[in-house]
């Protein structure tokens, strides 16, 4: 099974600016993606991070709020622009090795908007 | 629209009772489920799926179709079973929608 390390694990930010969270794969994994978690809410969807080219973005997610890059297959980072309040959550890193929707996780980057 | 409703947020039930997390679904095609689950301090892991039909930790899930269900049961409740659960229907060909989870917690 994939580890998955993710970093920071927390971390607080001013309103308006941006933060950038990596994710680091110990394997070479086709399937990544990023989730969000806010207080007391389900995991939600924000993208899928393509290998050599654009994430795919959910509904309500756009590009410019959260840029994601995929610069090989072990590895991704997603970035929260110009935060506000309402970003505060927790944003995890996943994949998928084998398409059978078994998910591994990274233990997740706690972001707290100030 | 695809979607996952876990209807308890919290649940509570004494060592050695039975425990029944409840989730249901509505989705248009074929459905895939899962069932994941965060214990204290550590990340979300796939606890089982409807496929695999197995028992794991002594938990077991049946896929209802005609009901939309994907109840997680536990006959004999553990301490150790006390964590967060959450039902995830597969959405085309690999992306995960999340109910909104129960924590589940098991009273000595």
């Known amino acids: 099974s994939a580890v998955i390390s993710q970093k920071p694990s927390r971390d607080i930010c001013q309103r308006g600016t941006s933060l950038t969270i990596q994710c680091q794969v110990d394997?070479?994994?086709?399937?990544m993606f990023w989730y969000r978690q806010q207080p007391g809410q389900s995991l939600t969807l924000i993208a899928t991070?393509?290998?050599?080219?654009?994430?795919?973005?959910e509904s309500g997610f756009v590009i410019d709020k959260f840029p994601i890059s995929r610069p090989n297959l072990t590895f991704s980072t997603l970035t929260v622009s110009n935060m506000s309040p309402e970003d505060s959550s927790i944003y995890l890193c996943?994949?998928?090795?084998?398409?059978?929707?078994?998910?591994?996780f990274g233990e997740g980057s706690r972001l707290t908007v100030l | 629209a695809q979607r996952v409703t876990q209807p308890e947020k919290l649940l509570s039930v004494f060592k050695g009772a039975p425990v029944e997390l409840k989730c249901n679904y509505s989705?248009?095609?074929?459905?895939?489920l899962f069932w994941y689950v965060q214990y204290s301090r550590q990340r979300l892991q796939l606890l089982l799926r409807?496929?695999s039909r197995e028992s794991i930790k002594g938990f077991t899930a049946d896929l209802n179709k005609g009901e939309t269900s994907f109840h997680l049961k536990k006959p004999f409740a553990q301490e150790e079973d006390s964590a967060m659960y959450y039902c995830a229907l597969k959405q085309g060909a690999q992306k995960l929608v999340f109910g909104q989870g129960t924590r589940l917690t098991i009273n000595p």
């Open positions: 409807h496929i």
């Open positions: 394997s070479q994994v086709t399937m």
């Open positions: 989705y248009s095609g074929s459905p895939e």
């Open positions: 996943s994949v998928d090795e084998s398409y059978t929707g078994e998910l591994f």
């Open positions: 991070a393509n290998q050599g080219s654009e994430a795919t973005y």
